[in-house]
């Protein structure tokens, strides 16, 4: 079954509005990150987040490892900020990799 | 600048015609993977290694190789490309599975 699971897998914005990405695992989680891919495909480091609240600049992200889901926000979106959104985690049933989610595809229209 | 680094970012090759793609951090890290991303199918996981001279299969390691002579390089060898390997291939390190993985630029292969 699904593992690791993002929603939604589409968001379109207005410059300036703010968001929330979900993730949500199935497992105990040693490792949780959020990256964000660019139009290039580079990915992005955004958050080590396998537990707590990170700030960095507009974006932000908490992770609730004993109720299994992590979150991302965008706040005052930029158009810059377009791109997908990937949660990875390494579940602790199935350590030393990273499993992705789907991804959520985000695009901020000016 | 601590950074991952992956040579060549774009190649187009023919079937069967033998390829490695480099891999190399400047981080120190143990822990090095290659990951392959397809539309639809997301980013999986090709091939991993804890240390030097210690590497193990991922979720879809059929047709690759790989080796870890040293720990800050880990090459990907394609030793008979098919099309079906046509993919976006990331190479990734960290100080272990469990830490904070540094991605490299990516290495977009077509093999015709």
């Known amino acids: 079954g699904i593992q690791v699971e993002q929603s939604p897998p589409d968001l379109i914005l207005q410059e300036g509005a703010n968001s929330t990405l979900r993730c949500n695992f199935s497992d105990s989680v040693n490792n949780l990150q959020w990256f964000h891919q660019n139009p290039w495909g580079q990915l992005i480091n955004l958050f080590y987040i396998p537990s707590g609240t990170k700030q960095n600049g507009r974006l932000s992200a908490t992770t609730v490892a004993t109720e299994r889901y992590s979150l991302l926000y965008i706040s005052s979106s930029q158009t810059t900020d377009s791109g997908v959104y990937f949660c990875a985690v390494e579940l602790g049933a199935a350590g030393n990799k990273l499993t992705f989610g789907g991804g959520t595809r985000v695009l901020v229209k000016p | 600048e601590a950074q991952v680094t992956q040579n060549p970012r774009y190649l187009i090759t023919v079937t069967g015609k033998k390829l490695t793609v480099t891999c190399s951090q400047n981080m120190n890290h143990e822990y090095m993977s290659w990951y392959r991303q397809d539309p639809g199918l997301g980013l999986r996981q090709i091939y991993y290694?804890?240390?030097?001279?210690?590497?193990d299969k991922g979720d879809v390691p059929e047709g690759y190789k790989v080796s870890r002579k040293e720990k800050r390089n880990f090459p990907l060898i394609l030793e008979s490309p098919s099309p079906n390997q046509t993919s976006l291939y990331f190479c990734?390190?960290?100080?272990?599975?469990?830490?904070?993985?540094?991605f490299g630029p990516g290495t977009r292969l077509t093999v015709t």
């Open positions: 990734a390190s960290s100080w272990t599975s469990s830490h904070e993985q540094y």
């Open positions: 290694s804890m240390n030097v001279e210690v590497t």
